[in-house]
């Protein structure tokens, strides 16, 4: 299994930028597809962005595409989500997982990989 740890939420305005990185450990980091997951009070946990193994390929919600861009440094065993132009609707915490697929999938079961989740505020 591999171990994951989400960092660089926090408070911001509507309209400004947040990174949002991920620390993964093991030396097979680079067999795993990564995602990013959000989840707000009361709602379920959805899909916000994925990248495959060796980053070639990424994939977006509708509702993030143009805003948010994923990015992943094998080297270092980390995944980032570089977030964009922040919506109110955007507030959640936002939660890193690991799958060990060539495929990207957007349901959470796919990824048996969690990290602890970070919050991401974002002020009107």
């Known amino acids: 299994q591999v171990q994951l740890v989400e960092s660089g939420g926090g408070l911001v305005q509507a309209g400004g930028s947040l990174r949002l990185n991920c620390a993964a450990s093991?030396?097979?980091?680079?067999?795993?597809?990564m995602a990013w997951f959000r989840q707000a009070p009361g709602k379920e946990r959805e899909f916000v962005a994925a990248?495959?193994?060796?980053?070639?390929?990424?994939y977006y919600a509708d509702s993030v595409k143009g805003r948010f861009t994923i990015s992943r440094d094998n080297a270092k065993n980390t995944v980032s989500l570089q977030m964009n132009s922040l919506k109110p609707e955007d507030t959640a915490v936002y939660y890193c997982?690991?799958?060990?697929?060539?495929?990207?999938?957007?349901?959470?079961?796919?990824?048996?990989?969690w990290g602890q989740g970070t919050q991401v505020t974002v002020s009107s």
């Open positions: 093991g030396r097979t980091f680079s067999t795993y597809t």
């Open positions: 990248i495959t193994r060796s980053g070639g390929s990424t």
């Open positions: 997982a690991a799958s060990s697929t060539v495929a990207i999938f957007v349901t959470p079961g796919r990824y048996p990989y």
